[in-house]
């Protein structure tokens, strides 16, 4: 196998979760063109036929099921979806999430719960369904934060709660499943990349933080899913456990 060879994806099967906007949009077009089908789950189906005409587009096939991650009842009822479809889970790129920034001592218990609910317990639901199918050789992704790492000027402790406990989750999950099932477990810790969730903040709130990246500038999706790719595929063979940060060095500051 050449060294680029080890990047490709085709034959595999790939689910994206939160595929109808940002990240997730990126995520699924990269796995595409590494050669993937693609299993696409969010919340709105009409979006995600967006999604599918784009992954169908360059010459793969996808599949849409509408999910809720925070359910795992839809969580087992995705990977049923591509078991019939396809057969086959190879990769699962964790990427649904939601953003909320609220002062601690006003934060309601249902607003904290939701935010653990999606970003960190909809992971394990989503990781629990497809480690039950997936076989040796496959990959989860799991899309944290540079907030699980370190803070960045926002009161965001569901989120970063969220995001951290989703690097325990990673660490935990590659111990369990890496000799005995073959699947390996990382997670990725992006800074700033524009989308939906990003545009939520307040005013000059991203220049401010751009003072604090190295290379000053914010992230290009396709820089984010390349390292997807990586971890996602034969070229990532040898890491498990980890938590890489694809972030212009914001977390060495
Ligand atoms: P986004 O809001 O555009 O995308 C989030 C996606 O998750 C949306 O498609 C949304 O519908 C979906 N989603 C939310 N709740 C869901 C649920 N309960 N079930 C299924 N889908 C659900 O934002 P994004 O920036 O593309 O975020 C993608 C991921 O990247 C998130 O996990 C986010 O925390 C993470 N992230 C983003 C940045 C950034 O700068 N954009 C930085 C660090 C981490």
């Not at 607003?111 to 369904?129: H, K, P």
């Not at 907030?147 to 402790?157: D, K, N």
Request: aromatic share 6%.
């Amino acid at each position: 196998m050449s060294l680029l060879d080890r990047f490709s994806l085709a034959g595999k099967v790939a689910v994206v979760t939160g595929a109808s906007s940002g990240l997730g949009v990126a995520f699924a077009r990269g796995l595409a063109e590494a050669g993937a089908d693609l299993v696409l789950g969010a919340r709105r189906a009409d979006r995600l036929e967006d999604t599918r005409r784009t992954v169908e587009a360059m010459g793969r096939r996808a599949l849409c099921v509408p999910t809720d991650v925070a359910k795992p009842a839809d969580c087992q009822a995705l990977v049923d979806a591509a078991m019939a479809e396809f057969g086959q889970v190879d990769v699962l790129v964790n990427n649904a999430g939601i953003g909320t920034a609220v002062p601690a001592t006003r934060e309601t218990p249902e607003e904290f719960a939701q935010v653990i609910d999606v970003n960190l317990n909809g992971c394990y639901w989503m990781a629990q369904a497809c480690g039950r199918v997936m076989q040796p050789g496959s990959s989860i992704v799991n899309i944290s934060s540079i907030l699980g790492l370190t803070t960045a000027g926002l009161p965001q402790a569901a989120y970063s709660a969220s995001k951290a406990g989703l690097i325990g989750l990673t660490r935990d999950l590659a111990q369990q499943w890496g000799a005995r099932k073959g699947i390996r477990v990382n997670a990725l810790a992006p800074g700033f990349f524009a989308s939906e969730m990003t545009e939520t903040y307040r005013p000059g709130y991203l220049d401010a933080m751009i003072h604090r990246v190295p290379l000053a500038r914010m992230g290009d999706p396709d820089e984010l899913t390349t390292a997807v790719v990586f971890l996602a595929s034969a070229a990532g063979g040898y890491v498990t456990g980890q938590t890489l940060a694809v972030d212009g060095g914001t977390t060495i500051t």
